[in-house]
C-alpha cells in the first residue's frame, strides 16, 4: 500500500512540475500568428495580401536564399523590408518607429527592458557586445525567430524575423 501512495505522489508531482516548465517555457516562445506587423500576421502572407496591406513597394530587389537553393524577392518599403520566396513572406526586417510588432506593441525606439515583461526567459539570455544587445525568441514550430536588437544606450533599433 505504501509502495501506491509513494508512487501516486511521485507520478502527481512530476506532472506538477512537468507543467510548471512548460509554461515557463512558453513565456519564452511567440505563435507563428503573432508574429505581426500593426496587427498584420505577416509570415506567410502572400504577395497580393502584402501589397494590399502595404501598398506598392518602394523597390523590388533579387533574392537568393543558399542554404534552401531558392530565388525570391526584398519587397523594400520605407524602413521595412518583407523577403519573399515562393510568393510568401518569409522574413522581415523593421527599422522604423511606425511599425509595431506581436501584440505586445514592441517598437523600434522602445528600450529593451520591455522584453522583460513578455519574454523573461529570453530577456534573461540576452546577449550584449560593444555594439549593443540582442534578443532571439524562438517563433512556435517553426525554424525561425525573432531577433531584437538594441543599441549600447539600451533602445531598440532593429526587430527581424530569421530563420536558424
Do not use: C
Not at 505577416?42 to 530565388?71: A, K, R, W
Not at 509595431?100 to 526567459?121: A, E, Q, R, W
Amino acid at each position: 500500500m505504501k509502495k501506491i501512495i509513494y508512487f501516486t505522489l511521485i507520478f502527481f508531482i512530476g506532472i506538477n512540475a512537468s507543467r510548471a516548465q512548460g509554461s515557463q517555457y512558453a513565456k519564452n516562445l511567440i505563435d507563428y500568428n503573432n508574429v505581426t506587423i500593426n496587427n498584420i500576421p505577416v509570415l506567410q502572407l502572400d504577395t497580393v495580401s502584402l501589397i494590399q496591406h502595404y501598398g506598392q513597394p518602394n523597390s523590388i530587389t533579387p533574392h537568393f536564399n543558399e542554404l534552401e537553393n531558392i530565388h525570391g524577392y526584398n519587397y523594400n518599403y520605407n524602413e521595412v523590408k518583407f523577403t519573399i520566396e515562393n510568393g510568401w513572406v518569409m522574413s522581415f526586417v523593421v527599422t522604423g518607429k511606425q511599425y509595431s510588432i506581436t501584440p505586445y506593441n514592441i517598437k523600434v525606439g522602445d528600450n529593451i527592458n520591455v522584453l522583460k515583461t513578455y519574454f523573461p526567459l529570453s530577456f534573461k539570455n540576452m546577449k550584449s557586445n560593444a555594439n549593443g544587445y540582442y534578443v532571439g525568441i524562438n517563433i512556435k514550430d517553426t525554424d525561425r525567430y525573432l531577433f531584437i536588437k538594441a543599441g549600447s544606450n539600451s533602445v531598440i533599433t532593429e526587430i527581424s524575423v530569421r530563420s536558424y
